[in-house]
Each structure stands twice: as structure tokens, then as C-alpha cells.
């Protein structure tokens, strides 16, 4: 029996969006020239990158290319998981993935269609947490990881490609996927994705993946779990911080070792 695929989405960032509440009266007053005036109601969304690392899975999933679509990000903002929140933009698209779908013959998606992976702070636990999900229901599955490209050069992405025991993995850059279907939106993955920022975040990540694993996963635990409401989308602050935690417990582990030898 062939093995399903299933896709599995990094999260990035979130953003908070405001729009008029137009199918809720009490949410409207009159104002002093008579008109009807909508209060504007706010919602959580994924970031442009995070949209961008979503389409190519969403469109693996309408045109029955995945069977099913894991969203893997255990970081808060605004004290949700960055998963759930994009688990539930997702699933606003269900009734145009199952459209699609329909015209091409395939079956359509149902409630655990779209999964949202709990747990984890940082790339290396959100890929743990899936593989335990996975383990836990019995779904092997080969594997399609969408993220950005300077994703899929980290440590953990390449560890977790490696010792995959359920089937295969391949990877995705989102950006790329996109621009071979739609060349129009090259500007638009440029503006989202500038050469500033990639770098930064590839020169990031290469300092993080030099330490040790129990050091990038302590430090992961206090810049996140340990402050919730760190907003993600604050790349600076948060990359500073996150280094600066890494440094600091890395020290620690050093002059513990060096006590050691010492005493030894």
C-alpha cells in the first residue's frame, strides 16, 4: 500500500489585523449625522512570510498533491500558539480547497484534514512534536516540509530529515514553490523576504547551531515559554535576546566543565 504524504508547516510570525464587524449589529452605533458607524473588531493572523510559507501547502492540498496538513509552531503570540493560529486561517480556505478538489475527482478534506501540532518552542521541538503526533496516531506518512528557504539549512531541519523513520522527507522553500507558478509575485517574495533579512537569519542561525543541542533548547525555553508574550515579530529584539541567552547559558556550561576538569 502506498504511503500518504502529508505536509508539514514551520510557522513564522503573526499580525493583528483590524476590520468593521458588518454581520454583527450590536457592534455598530449611530453617529451625529445619522450614519451607521461599525466598530472595527480585530483578528490574528499569520505574518506575510508566514502566508507565504502557507500557499504552496494549501495549494498541495486542494490539487490533492498532500493528503492531509500538519501546522508545527508552539511559540505564543498574543497568548495563542502560533500554530493554532494558523491552523485557523487555514481553514478558512476549506470550502475552495474542497472545490478544487471536486473538479479534480478527489475526496474531500474533513476535520482532521488540517492539523494543528501542540507543544514546542522553537524549530527543533515543533518537528519532535509532530513526529511524537504522528508516532501517537499511526499515521505514517512520507513527509513535505514548507518553510523559507534559510529554514532548511538549520541543524534541526536536517537531523529531523535524517532520522525520519516513518517514511521520507523532502523540503519546500515556500518562496521558490510560489515564483514557479507565479512569476508575477517575484516583487512581492523580494519585499517579504529581503536579502537584509535572509542573511541575518541565516548568520543567526549558524550561531545558534554551533552550540549544543541542550543549550539551544534551554535558551529557546527562556526567551519563549518562559516569557509567552514575547511578540515574534520583533526579529531584532528577539534575535538578540535569543542569542544573548544562548551565550549565556553556553558560559555556564563551559566554566562548569572547566571546574570539573579542575577538580578531576
Request: net charge positive.
Amino acid at each position: 500500500m502506498e504511503r500518504p504524504v502529508y505536509g508539514v508547516v514551520l510557522t513564522a510570525g503573526s499580525q493583528v489585523k483590524e476590520s468593521p464587524n458588518f454581520l454583527n449589529p450590536t457592534k455598530r452605533y449611530v453617529d451625529d449625522d445619522g450614519e451607521f458607524i461599525f466598530r472595527l473588531q480585530k483578528r490574528i493572523e499569520p505574518d506575510l512570510e508566514g502566508k507565504m510559507r502557507l500557499i504552496p501547502a494549501i495549494e498541495a492540498l486542494s490539487n490533492g498533491e498532500i493528503d492531509r496538513l500538519l501546522i508545527a509552531g508552539g511559540a505564543k503570540n498574543h497568548d495563542t500558539p502560533l500554530a493554532r493560529i494558523y491552523t485557523n486561517w487555514t481553514k478558512r480556505f476549506e470550502a475552495r480547497i474542497n472545490a478544487r478538489r471536486d473538479k479534480l475527482g478527489l475526496a474531500a478534506i474533513h476535520a482532521d484534514s488540517i492539523v494543528e501540532v501542540r507543544g514546542g518552542v522553537h524549530t527543533p521541538s515543533d518537528l519532535a512534536k509532530t513526529k511524537n503526533l504522528l508516532e501517537r496516531l499511526g499515521w505514517n506518512a512520507n513527509l513535505v516540509l514548507y518553510s523559507s528557504g534559510y529554514q532548511f539549512l538549520r541543524r534541526a531541519v536536517k537531523d529531523f530529515t535524517r532520522d525520519y523513520s516513518l517514511g521520507s522527507v523532502s523540503g519546500v522553500p515556500s518562496e521558490v514553490a510560489i515564483l514557479r507558478r507565479h512569476r508575477f509575485y517575484k516583487h512581492t517574495i523580494a519585499k517579504i523576504l529581503p536579502n537584509e533579512f535572509v542573511e541575518e537569519m541565516i548568520r543567526r542561525n549558524q550561531k545558534v547551531d554551533k552550540y549544543p543541542k541542550i543549550v539551544e533548547h534551554v535558551a529557546a525555553y527562556l526567551v519563549r515559554a518562559a516569557k509567552p508574550e514575547a511578540d515574534k515579530n520583533k526579529k531584532p529584539i528577539t534575535i538578540a535576546s535569543g542569542i544573548a541567552a544562548t551565550l549565556a547559558l553556553a558560559i555556564a556550561v563551559k566554566k562548569s566543565h572547566q571546574r570539573a576538569q579542575h577538580a578531576a
